[in-house]
């Protein structure tokens, strides 16, 4: 009888904490130009995606990170057409903003072609719906490189990075931020994923700081995704217009209908509204980036 085989997620070593997982299959393994790159099946959150020893996607939770990190900038702004995704390999997040039919064009700028390929095999899900869409275009580059240089303008910008670490680290910095800014419309919004505050509270502090520097309004709104574990995952937010963040539920209702009302799993008006409800000590760590 062949030994069980665990696969541990390494992201917390330095905190001498692992998230293990019992491993069906191994799938795919690859060092990438970018990522050492691991999918598995697993017998309770189906195919696992790791890179760099971080856990990216499951098929069993995928939808919660990927319906709030998409429907809550995109409802919040109310009539974006022009999305940005920087990151996003899978295109998890990349279906979900395609449910949108306000959405006029989506551009998801991935620095790892070798994630999408990939993908297209293993995360049809995903991929299918979204290569077939006309509205999408790949671009493979550094997301730094892209909002430094485009002429673009977008009403929201997605950041489904990985951690700060190797080549995601460089969007975590001030100044990737500012040129995010920079191609931002005026009612733009853009969101980040932002880690887990119990476990990562400096990245939450430091981004915070640099939108609070940037735009009228920096904050996070959270969620609780297993696979990211630790607790709450942070999603940044940053926006000019404050109103934004605060909007009733009526107003999330009415532009849910609007959008044709497609199926979700975890977001609700209610749910988008009551995200913005920090705990206390996710609170605590935010003020912490405004005496930054
Ligand atoms: N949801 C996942 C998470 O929260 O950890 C992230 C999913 S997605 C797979 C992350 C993607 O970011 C990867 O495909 C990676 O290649 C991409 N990425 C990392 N650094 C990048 C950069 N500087 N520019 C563009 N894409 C980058």
Redesign the pocket.
Known sequence: MAEQRWIPETLFDDLGFRMTFAVEKVLYEQQ?D??HLVLFEQRHFGKV?M?DG????TTKD?FI??EM?THVPILAHGAAREVLI?????C??AEEVLKHKSVKRLTQ????AS??EF?KEHFPEFTGPVLADKRFDLII??????VAKTDRRFDGIII????PQ??????FTYEFYAACKRCMGESGIMVT?NGVPFLQPDELISSVGHFRKLFADGSCYVAAIPT?IGGH?AMGWAADDPASRALPVAILAERYAAAGKFPTRYWTPEVHRAAFALPRFIAEIVEKARAG
């Not at 920087?86 to 899978?90: A, F, K, L, P």
């Not at 700028?109 to 790892?112: A, F, K, L, R």
């Not at 190797?166 to 969007?171: H, T």
């Open positions: 990438t970018h990522h995606l890179l971080a856990t990216q996607v995928e990170y990927h990190m920087v990151g996003g390999g899978d998890g997040i700028v991935e620095i790892d994630v999408v993908s580059d550094d997301g730094m490189n892209y489904d990075s990985t951690d190797g080549p995601g680290a460089v969007l994923q990211y995952m």
